[in-house]
């Protein structure tokens, strides 16, 4: 079984950065998808970013450009979301997720989630 485990939420004012990491034991993800999500109250979970377990492709939505990078580190089955110039409207819970099929941005196609960690930006 896949455990994943998100950390380095917290509370930053707008403008601010902030790390997320995501830790996952369990298997091994050779051709996998790792992806991150976001959901704030009241609203549909959201796309923010994805990457290949190998290789470097990764994936973002046009709002994610130019703020948002993912990384991996693969000895340490790891995942990171680099956020930057965050704002009020990122306040959110982070998850991660991993797939083993594609559709990277669609959560119906990931296969194991974490709990999430919040992520809160104050103006």
């Known amino acids: 079984q896949v455990q994943l485990v998100e950390s380095g939420g917290g509370l930053v004012q707008a403008g601010g950065s902030l790390r997320l990491s995501c830790a996952a034991s369990?298997?091994?993800?050779?051709?996998?998808?790792l992806g991150w999500f976001r959901q704030a109250p009241g609203k549909e979970r959201e796309f923010v970013a994805a990457?290949?377990?190998?290789?470097?492709?990764?994936y973002y939505t046009d709002a994610m450009k130019g703020r948002f990078t993912i990384s991996r580190d693969n000895a340490k089955n790891t995942v990171y979301l680099q956020m930057n110039n965050l704002k009020p409207e990122d306040t959110a819970v982070y998850y991660c997720?991993?797939?083993?099929?594609?559709?990277?941005?669609?959560?119906?196609?990931?296969?194991?989630w974490g709990q999430g960690t919040q992520v809160t930006v104050s103006s």
């Open positions: 369990g298997r091994t993800f050779s051709s996998w998808t």
């Open positions: 997720a991993a797939s083993t099929r594609g559709s990277v941005a669609d959560p119906t196609r990931y296969d194991y």
């Open positions: 990457i290949s377990w190998t290789g470097s492709d990764t």
